[in-house]
């Protein structure tokens, strides 16, 4: 019963370091997406994807690079990290049937110095 | 653009008493709106939705109602509990594309015994 599972859930980075967030569903989900949460900011979408093989923009996209090689699988990679992305990553999926809500990971803290 | 507002909190209240967290919202055409509950260290878990004006979203002995005509979808509870504690998002959801989200700022809701 995993649901959506993020990989780490911790990391700490210097400034200029790279990584890759990975993100794993295991319900067969069409969409999935990107978020970063700030405090007083909730959560702001940075990329999404409808299917194995395309991306998409959301609202805070610079910075920050996505693939979707797999249906199961929405990578989220720092190319060069800044101070400024230190938040708390959250990846969902969802179902293309309407009306049907995102599920949520629990989280990847990261922290950028 | 789309767009959630959510009160401020911290919204403090004893055990057993009557909570009402108020969400207003901008978006064109009809979208379905959410709420969800992010509890410490962990994702977020859809708390309950509506998909059209007038439908009434519950679970967990939380409500909420789509009213369009004042455009919110305010979460209200009869008797909270300290194991409610945590932070609500308000969201909606863009009915004509790939179902993105936009949250409202989050508000957190403290209990006492």
């Known amino acids: 019963n995993a649901g959506v599972t993020q990989t780490p859930k911790f990391r700490v980075l210097k400034t200029g370091q790279s990584m890759t967030l990975l993100c794993a569903q295991d319900?067969?989900?069409?969409?999935m997406y990107w978020y970063r949460q700030d405090p007083g900011m909730g959560l702001r979408l940075i990329h999404y994807?409808?299917?194995?093989?395309?991306?998409a923009k959301g609202e805070v996209p610079d910075g920050y690079n996505v693939s979707r090689l797999k249906k199961q699988n929405f990578l989220l990679g720092l190319e060069s990290a800044a101070p400024s992305q230190t938040s708390v990553y959250f990846c969902?999926?969802?179902?293309?049937?309407?009306?049907?809500?995102?599920?949520f990971g629990d989280g990847t803290r990261l922290s950028i110095l | 653009g789309d767009s959630v507002t959510q009160m401020e909190g911290p919204v403090t209240l004893s055990e057993e008493a009557f909570l009402t967290i108020n969400c207003t919202y901008t978006a064109t055409g009809y979208p379905s709106l959410f709420w969800y509950v992010q509890y410490p260290g962990e994702g977020l878990q859809l708390l309950l939705k509506?998909?059209?004006?007038?439908d009434k979203g519950s679970n967990k002995g939380f409500e909420a109602t789509y009213r369009k005509e004042t455009t919110s979808f305010h979460l209200e509870k009869g008797s909270v509990q300290v194991s409610d504690s945590a932070v609500y998002f308000c969201a909606l959801s863009d009915p004509t594309g790939y179902s993105t989200l936009t949250f409202g700022k989050g508000t957190m809701l403290l209990v006492s015994p």
């Open positions: 509506a998909t059209k004006a007038d």
């Open positions: 969902a999926s969802r179902s293309r049937t309407a009306d049907q809500p995102q599920h």
């Open positions: 319900m067969n989900h069409e969409y």
């Open positions: 994807s409808v299917g194995e093989g395309t991306t």
